[in-house]
T-cell receptor, first 118, second 113 residues
Framework: GAVVSQHPSWVICKSGTSVKIECRSL??????MFWYRQFPKQSLMLMAT?????????EQGVEKDKFLINHASLTLSTLTVTSAHPEDSSFYIC??????????????FGNGTRLTVT | QQPVQSPQAVILREGEDAVINCSSS?????VHWYRQKHGEAPVFLMI?????EQKGHEKISASFNEKKQQSSLYLTASQLSYSGTYFC??????????????FGQGTILTVHP
C-alpha cells in the first residue's frame, strides 16, 4: 500500500517554456504533499508543502510565481515550473503521508521527475 | 535547519559493519532513515519516534537519543545491495515545521565484494 505515482519520469524542455509534473497518491488520500528538489550529489531540499484545497506553503528562497503548485484533490498535486531556465534542471520528487498530519508514518516518495532545460 | 550526517562516505567489503550518524541542533519529534540508489527515489527504512527507541529491519537497525537530538543507523554484515546514499530526515518538535521532513546531506555507502 501507500503508493505515490509521479509523472513524467523525465522531461526535456526548451528554455522559457513551462513544464507540469503530476503527483498522485494511488491507494490513499493525501491532504498534504511535499515537493522536494535534488541537485546532483546533493540532498533533498524541501521546496513547498502542498495543501489540498488551499494555497501551498513555500520554503524560504523558493519563488512561488515560478513554481506553481495546485492540490486540487485528495489524490493529486501538480507542480508547474514556469518559464524554465537551465538552472531549473534538477530531480523533482513529490512525497506524501498516508494519514492526516500523521507524524508517526513515513513519507512515501514518487519516482521523481528528471527535468532538463536546454 | 538541516541535520548533519557523518561520515560523508563509507567504503566496506561485504560482511563488514557500518554506523551512520545524524545530529540536529533542534529538538526533534522523530527521525526517519531512507536509502536512495542512483537515479531513483528514496526508499523508507525506518522511523524512530521516542527517545532511546531502537528499531530493526533485518540487519539494519537504528537508535534515537532524544536528549542529544542524535540518531545512528547501524548496518551489520553488509551486503552489496546496501550500497547507496543514506539520508536521515528529521521532524522538529512543534512550531511551524509540523509535518515537514528536513534531510541531512547524505552518506554514500559503497559495498565491495
Amino acid at each position: 500500500g501507500a503508493v505515490v505515482s509521479q509523472h513524467p519520469s523525465w522531461v526535456i524542455c526548451k528554455s522559457g517554456t513551462s513544464v507540469k509534473i503530476e503527483c498522485r497518491s494511488l491507494d490513499f488520500q493525501a491532504t498534504t504533499m511535499f515537493w522536494y528538489r535534488q541537485f546532483p550529489k546533493q540532498s533533498l531540499m524541501l521546496m513547498a508543502t502542498s495543501n489540498e484545497g488551499s494555497k501551498a506553503t513555500y520554503e524560504q528562497g523558493v519563488e512561488k510565481d515560478k513554481f506553481l503548485i495546485n492540490h486540487a484533490s485528495l489524490t493529486l498535486s501538480t507542480l508547474t515550473v514556469t518559464s524554465a531556465h537551465p538552472e531549473d534542471s534538477s530531480f523533482y520528487i513529490c512525497s506524501a503521508r498516508d494519514g492526516l498530519w500523521d507524524r508517526g508514518s513515513p513519507l512515501h516518495f514518487g519516482n521523481g521527475t528528471r527535468l532538463t532545460v536546454t | 535547519q538541516q541535520p548533519v550526517q557523518s561520515p560523508q562516505a563509507v567504503i566496506l567489503r561485504e560482511g563488514e559493519d557500518a554506523v551512520i550518524n545524524c545530529s540536529s541542533s533542534k529538538a526533534l519529534y522523530s527521525v526517519h532513515w531512507y536509502r536512495q540508489k542512483h537515479g531513483e527515489a528514496p526508499v523508507f527504512l525506518m522511523i524512530l519516534l521516542k527517545g532511546g527507541e531502537q528499531k530493526g529491519h533485518e540487519k539494519i537497525s537504528a537508535s534515537f537519543n532524544e536528549k542529544k537530538q542524535q540518531s545512528s543507523l547501524y548496518l551489520t554484515a553488509s551486503q552489496l545491495s546496501y550500497s547507496g546514499t543514506y539520508f536521515c530526515g528529521t521532524e522538529e518538535a512543534g512550531g511551524t515545521s509540523y509535518g515537514k521532513l528536513t534531510f541531512g546531506q547524505g552518506t554514500i555507502l559503497t559495498v565491495h565484494p
